[in-house]
């Protein structure tokens, strides 16, 4: 998304500072980004860069155990060489138990290497519900073959709904928070605070809109391992 925050922070080097609910999102460090997929077919990545100051992008690679996003190879090119940090995500469908379909997006798209501008592969949990134990399942698989947890994308309603608000989770894996508000919500699952925070569905430039909980110096951790 512990035993202390020091010791997140250097288990997984990923994690920024806690949400300090008495001061405005707005005046914190943060670092502007979004995410896409094939449903944003031409996207101006280099305008995104210089003109929108977004610095990350997650973009989707696939869902279940067959679906490979069309999008995603051109999307991830482009972001690279516009400079962008940037990572692909997973839909869960739930068609496969958790290693299948983790395994299916670490073959197409969702491995990670420590080179500072890939971010670790995320989950994206929304839609039909999904057991505590089918993402500690992903979870883990996706941990065995990089060393590194996914980034678990979900609103406090789904978690609420759909884990019982379960903090399974908290020592281990990022969260992205979906959100939609002019301030954020508070984190489910037991989560300290939110790495990345969904606070849109739209942006300028495509898909959705984020904001990393830090500097840029921290989200180049989160993609540095």
Not at 37 to 47: E, G, K, L, R
Not at 115 to 125: E, W
Not at 177 to 194: D, E, H, I, K, R
Not at 201 to 224: E, P, R, V
Request: glycine share 12%; aromatic share 14%; net charge neutral.
């Amino acid at each position: 998304m512990k035993v202390t925050l020091s010791t997140i922070a250097l288990a997984i080097g990923a994690l920024a500072a806690p949400v300090d609910e008495t001061r405005d999102i707005e005046k914190r460090a943060t670092v502007l980004g979004f995410d896409i997929s094939h449903y944003q077919s031409s996207v101006d990545f280099n305008a995104a860069y210089n003109s929108g100051g977004l610095r990350f992008v997650y973009i989707k690679a696939t869902e279940g155990t067959t679906y490979k996003d069309p999008k995603f190879s051109s999307h991830y090119t482009g972001a690279t060489n516009a400079g962008f940090i940037r990572g692909g995500y997973h839909f869960a469908s739930g068609t496969g138990d958790g290693s299948q379909e983790a395994n299916y997006f670490l073959a197409n798209g969702g491995g990670w290497s420590n080179d500072g501008i890939t971010l670790p592969g995320m989950l994206d949990l929304e839609g039909s519900c999904k057991s505590v134990s089918w993402i500690r399942t992903f979870s883990n698989t996706y941990h065995a073959s990089t060393g590194r947890y996914p980034v678990l994308y979900s609103s406090p309603s789904w978690w609420s709904q759909c884990t019982g608000n379960s903090n399974a989770f908290v020592n281990t894996n990022p969260l992205m928070m979906a959100c939609w508000n002019s301030s954020p919500c508070t984190p489910q699952g037991g989560w300290p605070y939110y790495t990345i925070w969904q606070n849109a569905d739209s942006n300028t430039y495509g898909g959705d809109s984020d904001k990393f909980n830090g500097d840029y110096t921290q989200l180049k951790k989160l993609a540095s391992g």
